[in-house]
């Protein structure tokens, strides 16, 4: 009667204490620039040593600018430094490194599935909340902080408490120009942006089971903005066909009894959840934020809130703070609300079927004169099939500038953001305040119904655009 | 190694936003550093200053009446969003050494745990009387015994908290949990090995 989550957890238990905690063992780590330095330094200071580098993939991706001249140099000194810093401690640890003028340089939760390190029934850490992408293979996958990015490297371990369970079944075909990223911004509009705290929540139904890899991927990526440390998915044919023949998926020697271990990894019929929800996703529109939480998500047909309809006084308040930063006035059409730049990209939506989406309707179409416009594969790989493909040429045609691989206008770190009061149709993950630079406002929607909005100048519905 | 916690009898600063985020807590642009120390600087950066980077008078840790406070009261869901240290760090290195909400996310809750801070989960209710009192009287006292796991707040009223004994004792010690895990590490060499068995495919050097 466990849980796929119940099955992974218990084949990783080193040991258990009295109070509930247990010492979980890691099979994967992946690192990036940002919050692993720290990390390397108390090891250093504690004179410790990495315990098993042979587990763990080092990847810039947060501070590297997407244009062609970062492979000479870096113009922003802390950028710069903290690159060199984890090209230093992986080197010096003997950890796989994927450095900037490597091909396979990406986006960390991307590069990973890519290179066949994320495989069903493992634990998987980074220090990095969008960790939850991973779970789309059927495996515990996590973000943790630097002091638990610390401790993994030192004993390949982590104290956790067991999560509760929770499962969320999605029903329904989805209607042409609909996506995953609006099967999870409807998730989350409907539990909000702390329904899953506490909890591990895997996804289930023929909604998810006719997904890509590359769509589920989408789905476990923005669990963390329901609350929840862990997404997860059960793996099948589609997991198994996705992974052969990539570089560190088991070899041909051992892959039959892989698939046969990662075969029986699901929930049990009788599986005890602490929580259930459904969706019915038949019906489903495409789905655009107007605030400035990811739970702040509505049908494209739809408009901007009325605080003074709001619930109770925390909410009514939160909605007016919302509509005050965001410059919008309750009432507003979405679909009237006009745009200054486009960000086609980031750990949720830069794989290729996202791209190709997005490229199907900029296709033979123009970018509005008003909009600038980014597209950021996620991955060298995702780039160079793109360009096999001819996406590349779709986008510039249109008037999308076509970027390098990394996290760039997701959160400001690197040179692509916002300018103060800009605001941004974008594929990213959150539309939290000043995220995607000081100022800057966000509004979260899929891959085509961000070329739609590039097109018409303002948030559009991508079925009329594209009509 | 982190600072021990002792009890905290200190002004309590009252923030009274729901779903408050770590980018929120610190931008990203403060987190190019590659030292835990020093991010105080860039705390709430943009709700304390406006664009000239001028004190925001309103802001409650703008206020003179707040200033010095090391208890931070605040709605729920505190610290949603990224897993970024940085932002314990900086609340930290501003002199917060506790935070009460009604919740927190589950990533920041662990955060705080390594770093000395004590998140302080209390029902909703409570929370917003204590939000109200501080707001009425600014520089009102907070009273946080971890030890006896209570917070007693200006009007005199006592809220009793529960918190995972291990991490109690964490905080009350400053226990190094690394060093405590490393003196079972006979026990994860012996599960590799059993592991290694099960699973031999994971047990490749991915850097080979």
Redesign the interface.
């Known amino acids: 009667m466990p849980t796929l989550f119940g099955k992974i957890w218990d ?1 990783h238990v ?2 258990a ?1 009295e ?1 509930g ?1 247990v ?1 979980l ?1 890691i ?1 994967r780590h992946l690192v990036h620039e ?2 692993s ?2 990390a390397f ?1 108390g090891l250093r200071a ?1 004179g ?1 040593p990495v ?1 098993r ?5 080092a990847v810039p991706d ?2 590297v600018p997407t244009t062609r001249d970062r492979v000479e140099w870096i113009d ?1 000194r ?2 710069r ?2 690159i060199e ?1 984890l090209r230093g401690n992986a080197l010096g640890a ?3 490194l994927f450095d900037i003028a490597d091909p396979r340089q990406g986006i960390v939760h991307i590069v990973g599935p890519e290179a066949g ?1 994320v ?1 069903p ?2 634990t998987v850490v980074c ?3 969008h960790t939850g992408t991973l779970g789309a293979f059927g495996t515990i996958a996590f ?6 990015v ?2 993994v490297l ?4 982590l ?1 956790q ?1 067991k ?1 509760r369970q929770m499962r969320i079944t999605v029903n329904g075909a989805l209607r042409s120009l609909v996506t995953p990223k609006d099967v999870i911004l409807a998730v989350i509009a409907k539990i909000g ?2 329904g899953g ?2 909890y591990a929540i895997e996804f289930a139904g023929e909604t998810i089971r006719r997904m890509s890899m590359e769509g589920r991927m989408t789905v476990c990526n923005m669990t ?2 329901a ?3 862990f997404g997860l998915i059960a793996p099948d044919g589609t997991t198994f066909a996705y992974l052969k023949g990539r570089p ?1 998926s ?2 041909p020697s ?1 892959w039959d ?2 698939v046969g ?1 990662w075969k029986g990894l699901a929930s049990d019929p009788d599986a005890a959840w602490d929580r259930e929800e459904t969706l019915e996703a038949g019906n489903l529109e495409p789905h655009v934020t107007w605030g400035t ?1 990811p739970q702040d998500a509505l049908p494209v047909g739809g408009a901007v809130p009325d605080p003074a309809k709001a619930a109770d006084r ?1 909410e009514r ?2 909605i007016r ?1 919302a509509l005050d930063y965001m410059g919008l006035a309750a009432g507003t059409p979405l679909t009237d609300i006009p745009v200054d730049k486009v960000f086609i990209g980031s750990c949720t939506n830069a794989r290729i079927e996202d791209l190709r989406a997005a490229a199907e309707v900029a296709k033979g179409r123009k970018v509005a004169a008003n909009v600038t416009a980014l597209v950021v594969p996620g991955s060298g790989q995702v780039k160079r099939k793109a360009e096999e493909e001819g996406l590349d040429r779709v986008f510039v045609e249109a008037g999308f500038q076509w970027r390098l691989p990394g996290c760039s206008m997701c ?3 690197n040179p692509d953001r916002l300018n ?1 009061g800009e605001r941004c149709a974008s594929t990213s993950n ?1 539309n ?4 995607q630079g ?2 800057g406002r966000t509004h979260l929607m899929s891959p085509p119904m961000a070329a739609a909005a590039a097109v018409a100048g303002r948030i559009a519905d991508v079925r009329e655009v594209a009509r | 190694m982190m600072e021990k916690f002792g009890s905290l009898d200190t002004v309590g600063v009252p923030l ?4 408050v ?1 770590t ?2 807590i610190i ?3 403060y ?6 120390t020093g991010l105080g600087v860039g705390l709430f950066f ?1 709700w304390r200053y406006d ?1 000239e980077g001028k004190e925001l008078p309103g802001f409650p840790l703008n206020r003179p009446e707040y200033r010095g406070g090391k208890v931070l009261v605040a ?3 505190f610290g ?6 940085h932002a ?1 760090w900086a609340l930290m290195d501003f002199g917060f050494r506790a935070v009460i909400a009604p ?5 920041f809750h ?2 705080c745990l ?2 000395g801070i004590l998140p302080v989960t209390l029902p909703a209710a409570e929370v917003r009387s204590l939000l109200d009192a501080l707001s009425a009287v600014p520089g009102s006292r907070v009273e946080v015994d971890l030890a006896g796991q209570t917070v007693r707040g200006p009007r005199g009223d006592l809220h009793p908290f529960r918190i ?3 991490a109690k004792t964490c905080l009350l010690e400053g226990l190094d ?2 060093a405590l ?2 003196a ?2 006979g ?2 060499d012996r ?2 090995r059993e ?1 290694g068995k ?5 047990f ?5």
């Open positions: 084949r080193v040991t204490r109070d905690n010492l063992y099979d940002v919050t330095p720290q330094e504690a410790r315990r580098p042979g587990t763990m993939l947060h501070n922003d802390e950028s430094e903290q810093a003997g950890i796989a390190l495989q029934g493992i220090g990095d909340s973000g943790i902080g630097t002091s638990e610390e401790h030192a004993t390949q371990a104290w408490k999560p942006a702390s705290t506490g963390i903005e609350g929840a440390r560190l088991p070899p051992l009894a892989a271990y939480s925390s308040e939160r703070r959160l400001g770190m103060p959150r939290f305040e000043g995220r000081p100022g | 009274d936003r729901g779903n985020d980018d929120a931008p990203a642009r987190l190019k550093t590659v030292k835990r943009a664009a709605w729920e869901n949603c969003g990224s897993s970024r240290e314990v919740s927190f996310s589950d990533i662990n955060n390594k770093n995972d004994p291990f949990e690394i895990t490393l079972s590490a026990e994860i599960y590799e592991r099960v699973t031999p495919w994971l490749r050097d991915l850097a080979g």
